[in-house]
């Protein structure tokens, strides 16, 4: 048995997958979950401009003016956007320590409650900014 360093090499080397030679203990399938989450969560984002549009000036929820809709939706994403980016910046060191499982899983179910809560909500300030 070789002791020399092309033995190490091969025991640190991880597999290639569409292009990347993979780290020792990561799979196809984690690259593969990384695109997806990253993907619907694209998909989300773009569901929730549309999504806020008609739910701010549906009568039966927040009642905003047709005039003043664009207006509101464009400072709801704007006042996310003040917290999402400390966010993520916390979230990097965070899952440097723990991983990136917990806080993505916590985040995206975060995500989930706060969507499932945008029609029970009856103003724009706070409510609505804050579940946004």
């Known amino acids: 048995m070789s002791t020399g360093p092309e033995s190490t090499d091969i025991k640190l080397r991880g597999i290639r997958f569409l292009g990347l030679e993979l780290k020792p203990g990561f799979s196809a399938l984690n ?7 990253m993907f619907v969560g694209g998909l989300v984002m773009s569901f929730m401009s549309t999504f806020l549009s008609y739910i701010v000036k549906s009568p039966e929820f927040y009642k905003v003016p047709q005039n003043e809709t664009a207006s509101i939706v464009g400072d709801l994403a704007f006042y996310s956007e003040l917290v999402v980016f400390p966010c993520h910046l916390l979230l990097g060191s ?3 320590v723990v991983g990136r499982k917990l806080p993505t899983t916590v985040g995206l179910l975060g995500c989930a409650v706060a969507i499932a809560c945008i029609p029970y909500g009856h103003k724009v300030y706070p409510d609505l900014c804050l579940m946004r």
């Not at 690259?31 to 989450?37: A, E, G, K, P, S």
Request: aromatic share 10%.
């Open 94 to 96: 965070l899952m440097d």
């Open 31 to 37: 690259v593969t979950t990384v695109y997806m989450v």
